[in-house]
């Protein structure tokens, strides 16, 4: 559960699509979490997945978990300069939760 | 629902000294995590009460300590501060302790500079 693993940068434009992914190492994790970061701020729970799932949606948010490659994505549609922050994946191991290293999503006009 | 509330947001201390930060959790949450967090190193896992019990504990020096009281308020200790000790420093509570499927929620953290 310690290797929870994401790219450092995302760039888009508004309007468009966002995918941040992460990668996680731990199968008996039951849910997997999404947090983002504003500056100055502290994590804020986005959304999150349980593990029997694959896809779960809410308003512009779409989560995939592909657990046989134990795969973990979002999609932001329409991103907005608003959701320029760090997004942080989160699994939940036995006993505490592993985070990545965050994904700063960078929107331009 | 007021959030996680931490104090103070910022502190700046000397080498040597010590620190307490302070943690309220969601109103009802018993579970209580602390994380440190900087460029370098990311989240870093310090310590998780229930009940006023340390559940959990990361791989931090012993100057690092923390407790919770009876109404789930947690503080975290830091003593003979080191530069290194900077941080953005987050509380989280949660309903249930992290062995249950409960989610984390972060408070704003404390920002400590030691000079």
């Known amino acids: 559960g310690e290797d929870v693993e994401q790219s450092l940068f995302l760039s888009v434009r508004e309007g468009d699509s966002s995918v941040i992914n992460c990668t996680y190492t731990?199968?008996?994790?039951?849910?997997l979490y999404w947090y983002k970061q504003e500056p100055g701020a502290g994590l804020q729970l986005l959304t999150y997945?349980?593990?029997?799932?694959d896809m779960k949606q809410d308003q512009r948010l779409t989560v995939l978990l592909n657990k046989k490659d134990k795969h973990l994505s979002l999609r932001i549609a329409d991103t907005q300069t608003g959701d320029s922050a760090i997004y942080f994946c989160?699994?939940?191991?036995?006993?505490?939760?592993?985070f990545g290293s965050g994904t700063k999503l960078n929107v331009k006009p | 629902k007021a959030g996680v509330t931490q104090t103070p947001r910022y502190l700046i201390k000397t080498r040597g000294q010590q620190v307490t930060l302070s943690c309220s959790p969601i109103?009802?949450?018993?579970?209580v995590s602390w994380y440190q967090q900087t460029p370098g190193q990311g989240l870093q896992f310090l310590f998780e009460?229930?009940?006023?019990?340390?559940?959990n504990k990361g791989n931090f020096p012993g100057r690092f300590s923390g407790r919770q009281f009876s109404n789930s308020r947690s503080e975290m200790n830091v003593s003979t501060l080191e530069l290194g000790d900077s941080a953005l420093y987050l509380c989280?509570?949660?309903?249930?302790?992290?062995?249950?499927?409960?989610?984390?929620?972060f408070g704003n953290g404390t920002r400590l500079t030691v000079t």
């Open positions: 989160a699994e939940k191991g036995l006993d505490k939760f592993y």
């Open positions: 109103s009802g949450h018993r579970s």
């Open positions: 989280a509570s949660s309903l249930a302790p992290a062995n249950q499927n409960s989610p984390l929620h």
């Open positions: 009460y229930f009940s006023e019990t340390q559940r």
């Open positions: 997945i349980f593990s029997n799932m």
């Open positions: 731990d199968s008996s994790s039951t849910y």
